[in-house]
């Protein structure tokens, strides 16, 4: 029987093995690929290894794009984004889970049909709320659309039903009113919610391209996707300078994953979607 | 969870202070800035160089260069003309030029013409006509690109095969593609890819058909002479000596030319630079007329540099927009070797910008150029294009059926634009 069990476990493990290297490739293919040639990127049949490792591509990116407000802007707008959506949407999400108010239902229903709608839609009214704001071209421009989300709500709000309305009795009976509950009893038992929300935010909000790239144009306001970008050629890419940026973009993420990946799986697991 | 509620509210805070100080607070000066809207980032340097010079001659004008993606510069050019903020000076294409012009999103130039500063005899007749609509002209000529035979010469000289000249036509070419075609070594004498630009409408016009009416109102592909330059195509599909479309859907064609598996492919002139850069086909390749059908053609497209008709610095607008049509634009460009200026004459220097390939082919193309078709709306029956064509290039249905299906189709979408 021990034997039996350490086969299967064998097994498991070569299972295991191999799927992380099938994770693990497309990085590992990045880091390599950021390191040739352009004559190498276009070799068909690709070449692994680079002959010799172009450390000056990612000097060059680094020259040619103003990377320094790249990070800035994605970092200012993204935690903007995640304190936003963590505060806004908790509230919200308070509020329909645990008040009763005359049309809470069609408010909600009308909040869902946000869901609904595919984000493209609000490109164009979105860009002229910006547009007569005097907000183009701006970081608030980035921040301000992203700072709440129907879909933070709905996930919030699933939390904050599921906790025992005793809690919430026992707290009145102690004479606190609705703000007095949401911050000091129930905030804290959602913990899980916020957190899975956080990190959503923050990975949305790194990695969003489309409306940065509409609502901003100066390199010096993008984000490092919508920078990232601009890297593409019209007719031919070099994919060696353009993979030299993304090791540049994604190495904060990965080290936030890597110290957060506890939470970051937690997060997934709770809500069950990606 | 007090402190930490408190200490991310504060940054929360904090951030948005910082990013409303961060906002442009305009420079107080006079100076007036211009946005010059471009899609491609490998034509940037150049850009910025002409942009360097413009402004050693005007010192009160600062131009900033916005590079967005190609696949984006689209939909956001379209976002900015109904939000009203469209770049002062911008690139143009040709499929989308009716759609802006038509829609007053464009400033006509004739007020330079007629003080004399830019003179639209110095650019190919072709490309003034691609960007003139209703008889009034709204850009002018940046660059071009036409379509060129690019071939492995070392495929040909392992098949004892002369390299092709200007003397080729179509059945010297099929018979050039056929003994090319090396089954035991995995070579094939053509990429027969289906693309319009590079491939398809060049035979349509050598072929004496046409894709478009003159009066953009009727499709050609119910043409038999249409049809043939189709044909043209499929038929060295169907007897091997191209690869399959579903070969070609795998590996990009300009894959299998890179890797020598293909041994002539028709592209266009922007493709110069990667050919030349690849570790494989960088000594081998070189580049020759389209063999000709029953008359020469090559497709002609080109971009131009446009002013947006609701513009508020009208006049440095225009005095930019014609430095970027001058000579000296058009040098600058040509040293980059990125595309061939639009400025007659200045195109030399670009032959010049690499010696090992014949580049002066892509120049006399041009004088037997058709503008690449367009129309107001362009990109919805490039779409049909695209899946009709995709299944005779399959070889699901006839050519003949493929192409009567797309010209009613097309001849549907056409209507709607009127």
């Known amino acids: 029987m021990p034997n039996a069990s350490k086969s299967s476990k064998g097994l498991i493990h070569i299972v295991l093995i191999i799927g992380a290297i099938i994770m693990v490739f497309p990085f590992i293919w990045m880091v390599l690929t950021s390191l040739k040639t352009f004559g190498e990127t276009t070799q068909v049949p690709p070449v692994i290894f680079p002959e010799k490792f172009q450390w000056e591509n990612y000097l060059n990116v680094f020259n040619s794009l103003p990377f320094l407000s790249f990070y800035w802007n994605t970092i200012v707008s993204t935690l903007a984004k995640v304190i936003g959506q963590v505060i806004f949407c908790s509230l919200a999400a308070y509020a329909f889970a645990r008040i009763k108010f005359p049309g809470r239902n069609f408010l909600f229903i009308l909040m869902l049909a946000v869901l609904m709608v595919p984000g493209q839609v609000f490109l164009l009214p979105q860009y002229m709320i910006m547009a007569k704001l005097d907000w183009l071209n701006t970081i608030q421009a980035l921040i301000v659309p992203g700072l709440f989300s129907a879909f933070g709500t709905f996930l919030l709000r699933q939390f904050f039903m599921s906790l025992p309305k005793e809690i919430e009795e026992a707290a009145r009976l102690d004479g606190c009113n609705h703000f007095q509950i949401y911050w000091h009893i129930m905030m804290p038992l959602v913990k899980p919610g916020l957190l899975a929300l956080a990190i959503f935010t923050s990975l949305w909000g790194w990695n969003d391209l489309l409306w940065p790239l509409i609502v901003n144009s100066s390199p010096d306001k993008m984000t490092l996707s919508a920078g990232l970008a601009s890297l593409q050629g019209q007719h031919y890419t070099n994919y060696a300078i353009l993979m030299a940026g993304t090791v540049l973009a994604i190495w904060p993420m990965i080290l936030i994953f890597i110290f957060l990946q506890k939470q970051f799986i937690e997060g997934i697991s709770i809500t069950g979607s990606k | ?418």
């Not at chain 2, 006079?30 to 010059?36: E, G, I, M, N, P």
């Not at chain 2, 850009?47 to 001659?57: C, P, T």
């Not at chain 2, 003080?115 to 650019?123: A, H």
């Not at chain 2, 200007?166 to 050039?176: Q, Y």
């Open chain 2, 1 to 418: 969870m007090k402190k930490l509620c408190l200490i991310l509210v504060s940054v929360f805070l904090l951030c948005l202070v910082s990013a409303c100080s961060n906002s442009e607070s305009g420079s107080g000066s006079s100076k007036v800035t211009l946005r010059y809207g471009i899609w491609d980032k490998n034509q940037k340097p150049a850009m910025q160089k002409i942009v360097d010079e413009f402004q050693k001659k005007h010192p009160e004008i600062n131009v900033k260069i916005e590079v967005t993606p190609y696949d984006q510069y689209w939909t956001k050019l379209e976002t900015a003309a109904t939000g009203k903020s469209l770049p002062d000076v911008f690139w143009m294409n040709g499929p989308n030029f009716i759609k802006y012009s038509s829609n007053d999103m464009l400033m006509p130039i004739n007020n330079l013409t007629k003080k004399d500063k830019v003179n639209l005899g110095n650019y190919p007749k072709a490309l003034v006509n691609l960007y003139t609509f209703k008889g009034k002209t709204y850009g002018i000529p940046k660059d071009f690109d036409t379509i060129g035979l690019f071939y492995n010469k070392k495929l040909f000289d392992e098949a004892h095969i002369p390299y092709p000249d200007e003397t080729w036509d179509w059945d010297k070419l099929k018979a050039a593609a056929k003994k090319l075609t090396n089954k035991e070594k995995g070579v094939w004498g053509i990429a027969a890819r289906m693309e319009n630009q590079a491939g398809f409408y060049n035979t349509i016009y050598q072929n004496g058909g046409y894709v478009i009416s003159d009066d953009k109102k009727k499709s050609g592909y119910d043409q038999p002479e249409t049809i043939g330059g189709l044909k043209f195509w499929i038929d060295m599909i169907k007897d091997g000596s191209s690869p399959t479309q579903a070969q070609m859907t795998e590996t990009t064609p300009s894959a299998l030319f890179e890797s020598g598996k293909v041994a002539m492919i028709y592209d266009g002139s922007w493709m110069q630079i990667e050919y030349e850069q690849n570790e494989y086909t960088k000594d081998k390749v070189d580049v020759a007329p389209l063999p000709k059908g029953k008359k020469k053609a090559n497709i002609i497209h080109g971009l131009a540099n446009v002013v947006a008709a609701n513009t508020q610095h009208k006049k440095e607008a225009q005095e930019f927009l014609a430095f970027l049509g001058s000579k000296k634009a058009s040098l600058i460009q040509a040293k980059s070797g990125t595309v061939i200026p639009a400025y007659n004459g200045t195109q030399k220097l670009w032959v010049k910008s690499n010696p090992n390939v014949n580049l002066q082919v892509f120049i006399d193309s041009a004088k037997y150029a058709v503008p690449l078709p367009s129309s107001k709306n362009t990109s919805k029956w490039w779409d049909d294009e695209t899946k009709i064509l995709n299944k005779a290039w399959g070889l699901e249905i006839p050519v003949d059926e493929a192409a009567k299906t797309l010209a009613k189709k097309m001849n549907k979408d056409l209507a709607e634009e009127h």
